[in-house]
């Protein structure tokens, strides 16, 4: 009997030979395209969800895509985005700073006037569900061959111990040696001088001088400005005894490379008003700074570069939410910028060792235990690349009960190429703590994203081998690491590069939002400027593709500490696990309010008690989203619950 090919079967034939014959002249383009598609297909079977999850670019309209830098969960279920400048110098120059505020619920956004630039500022939840953030940008850095006239820091010293000194703007200073003349850009106050008694006899021993910093530049342009060697600065205007008491003390004034310089201003961003509301402003200008909730509910601000340009010379400072104003801690102690700093249970802090970038890389760089009160500082081993800790990443681990904190990659000092694979573990719940290496990134991981799930799961994304993802490095990989079995596992792959200025954020539906991305060059070859990354990507875990998820219901809005809620539920049989978690404040690999909290769980009619630990330090007052898991470990979505 004769075959006859049927139709389908000579079009297939047809479309094959054509195939083949692409494939011989474009077939590295034909690969592409097919795997793409097939990519595509594979990534969005039922099936690969439920083992690896799922990436979506979120839908921005044009008139809120900004660069966002900095990201807050608020109790409202709302998303500040805050881009400030946007690390932008034109936006700088024509004072446009962005705020957008992003409903995930209903999927709107709305624009937020912002006052200052906030590019580079701290935040932190407060306990009334506001958001404070304090510092910013001041001044855009000015490379080596930008800078024009010479200048830097200049320190007024006061010998007057009977009152303070203020120079103005404009102030000129002019070397007892060199004869060069430069003026102060800002007023600067100096404080009036310090007596010093002999602690035995009482008997005065010398006047300590009081010490004010400002930047100075010479008047004019020119190599022939700059100055060598450190010389005494006699300061105009000044007569009589002031004019022997005050002077000014400066190193070498030049044209090199002018850093970044930061503002004194502080805010509250009112989550139900939406809108900034101004505050008492810190002591220092901090750019880069970290802010963290110490044992008394009050707010401590940690390094930053200040006005001039310089990391804060170990000058930290507490808000009071109370009275909204801000003291100085009594112990100088000098970190490098935005240090990962996290309040342990025992009201001690715990520094990890990352931080995101500018500082000596001699200077509080050793992680450790800080007793601020006693500003006693206990250094922790084992730490491994230790030298690589400039843009890791630090997560405290789920249960925050356990006291473990998992530090991610990292990278050397400055603009090094220099990059770590190590995860490092440290559990301070045991005598003599040490670090310990965890399981392994598949490489060098600068910027690494972390958003602690309520499964007690990590999501581990996004980051670059290279310094801000030269040589086109941006790592398209993400994680799940188990924090109860210590395991980790690729999961999807995200779509979008992260590496500098990114963060994620968990959401009460228990989706992780990714945001930000500032590429140096947006080639491999390092040839082209980078362009700042606008897309949103949302990851749906495995856990969300499963049959279904517990229902958790109404309850008590407010529970404290030690007491216990009620909340209604049908599936009180399969519940096993309730987790309070604080809302991220994410920026710059850094997230130090994202904590989950192990409750006490039971059944009873009709819905779970759950019942929350009595330790202030491990809970401490705000806002928290409440989730319950199920028997395969599926998360409801979240209840909003305040800690007064």
Not at 343 to 350: E, I, Y
Not at 575 to 592: C, G, W
Not at 615 to 632: I, S
């Amino acid at each position: 009997m004769n075959y006859r090919p049927s139709r389908r079967t000579r079009r297939l034939a047809i479309t094959t030979a054509v195939v083949l014959a692409l494939a011989g002249a474009n077939g590295p383009w034909l690969y592409r395209v097919g795997s793409d598609k097939y990519h595509t297909y594979s990534i969005n079977k039922p099936e690969y969800k439920a083992d690896n999850g799922h990436w979506a670019t979120l839908n921005v309209p044009s008139e809120y895509k900004i660069n966002t830098i900095h990201a807050a969960l608020l109790h409202t279920g709302k998303i500040l985005l805050v881009a400030g400048s946007g690390n932008n110098q034109k936006n700088f120059d024509a004072k446009s700073f962005r705020s957008v505020l992003y409903d995930p619920a209903d999927d709107t956004f709305k624009n937020i006037p912002t006052p200052k630039d906030l590019f580079c500022s701290g935040h932190t939840q407060l306990p009334n569900g506001d958001l404070l953030i304090a510092g910013g940008t001041k001044r855009y850095e000015k490379l080596k061959g930008d800078v024009t006239k010479a200048g830097g820091l200049m320190i007024v010293h006061n010998e007057d111990p009977d009152k303070p000194i203020t120079l103005p703007a404009g102030t000129k200073f002019t070397g007892k040696q060199n004869g060069k003349t430069f003026v102060s850009k800002d007023p600067v106050l100096v404080p009036r001088a310090t007596k010093v008694f002999d602690k035995k006899t009482g008997k005065f021993l010398r006047n300590d001088p009081g010490l004010g910093r400002i930047y100075v530049e010479a008047p004019l342009s020119g190599q022939k400005h700059e100055t060598g060697t450190q010389d005494n600065y006699r300061v105009a205007g000044l007569t009589g005894t002031d004019a022997q008491n005050v002077y000014g003390m400066a190193q070498k004034l030049a044209l090199d490379k002018k850093d970044f310089q930061g503002i004194r201003e502080a805010y509250e961003f009112d989550a139900k008003a939406e809108r900034y509301i101004t505050v008492d402003p810190m002591n220092e200008a901090r750019w880069y700074p970290t802010l963290t909730t110490l044992s008394s509910g009050k707010i401590l601000a940690l390094s930053g570069l200040d006005e001039i340009g310089q990391l804060v010379p170990g000058k930290n400072e507490v808000y009071d939410p109370a009275t909204k104003k801000w003291t100085y801690t009594k112990g100088i102690r000098q970190f490098p910028t935005y240090p990962a700093v996290f309040l342990l249970q025992d009201g001690k802090l715990f520094y990890s060792g990352a931080n995101a970038g500018y500082g000596p890389d001699n200077v509080g760089r050793d992680p450790g235990v800080w007793d601020v009160d006693t500003n006693s500082f206990v250094k922790l081993p084992g730490l491994s690349d230790a030298s690589d800790m400039e843009t890791a990443g630090t997560v405290r681990l789920p249960p925050s009960q356990s006291e473990k904190f998992m530090v991610l990659g990292g990278g050397g000092v400055g603009e090094s190429s220099a990059s770590s694979n190590k995860t490092r573990i440290v559990d301070l719940s045991v005598p003599n703590p040490a670090f310990k290496d965890g399981p392994s990134l598949d490489e060098g991981t600068r910027y690494p994203e972390s958003s602690i799930l309520p499964d007690d799961s990590v999501l581990i994304t996004g980051g670059s081998k290279d310094y801000r993802g030269r040589g086109g490095s941006n790592i398209l990989e993400a994680r799940l690491y188990d924090a109860t079995t210590g395991q980790m596992r690729r999961v999807a792959d995200p779509e979008v590069g992260r590496n500098y200025h990114s963060g994620s954020i968990l959401l009460p539906d228990g989706r992780v939002l990714t945001f930000g991305g500032d590429s140096l060059y947006s080639d491999k070859d390092n040839t082209k400027p980078g362009v700042f990354e606008q897309r949103i990507e949302i990851y749906t875990p495995p856990y969300l593709y499963r049959d279904g998820r517990p229902e958790l219901g109404a309850g008590p809005e407010s529970i404290a500490r030690g007491a216990s809620g009620v909340f209604k539920t049908g599936h009180g049989d399969a519940i096993r696990t309730a987790r309070l978690i604080k809302p991220s404040a994410s920026t710059h690999v850094t997230d130090i309010d994202q904590t989950s909290i192990a409750l006490t769980v039971g059944k009873v009619a009709g819905g779970v008690r759950v019942t929350l630990p009595a330790n202030r330090n491990l809970v401490q007052p705000g806002w928290y989203m409440l989730f319950v898991t199920d028997d395969q470990g599926t998360p409801s979505k979240a209840q909003w619950v305040r800690v007064p």
